[in-house]
């Protein structure tokens, strides 16, 4: 069955960097593109991030262009995403997602990694 | 930036039907897909590409899409179906997925 799954949150001081991981499995990785979606606490789901199956493109929310980048690496069926520069505005639940199609839809999601950024 | 509208809250009994709405400006010439997120949960999709839905997911589920709103329809709502939809579409002028803000249901 298709499974993915986050790791990588915790707490973090403001301007620091921190990592996420999206480890997949049951599923042709390399077929598919990963979209990572954020949830401020008591908040509506925010689109983060879409990287292609392959690498060749990827999007991002104008709120984090700039300070996150998203990669994959397709022989381990692993996406990270790199927060640079972290504010308390980034502070969520950050969820990885299997892309269905070129629709943008996410048919697939893990259950998330919470991040908060804090003194 | 396209912006998606969705009414904070909706109420029904149980048995009753439910429709949520998700306003766009022209919608229609869009895919529009609807999750579903219990409290707690990760979110879950419900109806993909207007209409479809996945494998798994109960035939009370249907979704329509016209003009500049589209609707997710829950027929024969159950106390389960007691969360927060969202509609989600795929804005090509950006290249951004794009949220609503989310409709709370309950039952």
């Known amino acids: 069955q298709v499974q993915l799954v986050e790791s990588g949150g915790g707490v973090v001081q403001p301007g620091k960097s921190l990592t996420l991981s999206c480890a997949a499995s049951g599923f042709t990785f390399s077929s598919y593109g990963i979209h990572w979606v954020r949830q401020a606490p008591g908040k509506g789901l925010e689109w983060v991030a879409l990287?292609?199956?392959?690498?060749?493109?990827?999007y991002y929310a104008d709120s984090v262009k700039g300070r996150f980048t998203v990669s994959r690496d397709n022989s381990k069926k692993t996406s990270h995403l790199q927060m640079n520069s972290l504010r308390a505005g980034d502070t969520a639940v950050y969820y990885c997602a299997r892309e269905g199609d070129s629709s943008g839809r996410a048919d697939y999601w893990g259950q998330g990694t919470l991040v908060t950024v804090s003194s | 930036s396209y912006v998606l509208t969705q009414p904070p809250s909706v109420s029904v009994a149980p048995g009753q039907s439910a429709r949520m709405t998700c306003g766009g400006n022209?919608?229609?010439?869009?895919?529009v897909h609807w999750y579903q997120q219990r409290p707690g949960q990760a979110p879950v999709l419900v109806v993909f590409?207007?209409?479809d839905r996945p494998s798994g997911i109960p035939e009370r589920f249907s979704g329509s899409n016209s003009g500049n709103t589209a609707t997710l329809t829950i027929s024969r709502v159950e106390a389960g179906d007691e969360a927060d939809y969202y509609c989600?579409?795929?804005?090509?002028?950006?290249?951004?997925?794009?949220f609503g803000g989310g409709t709370k249901l309950t039952v």
């Open positions: 590409d207007d209409t």
């Open positions: 990287i292609w199956y392959d690498g060749s493109n990827y």
């Open positions: 022209n919608i229609g010439g869009k895919s």
């Open positions: 989600q579409v795929w804005d090509t002028r950006s290249d951004h997925v794009i």
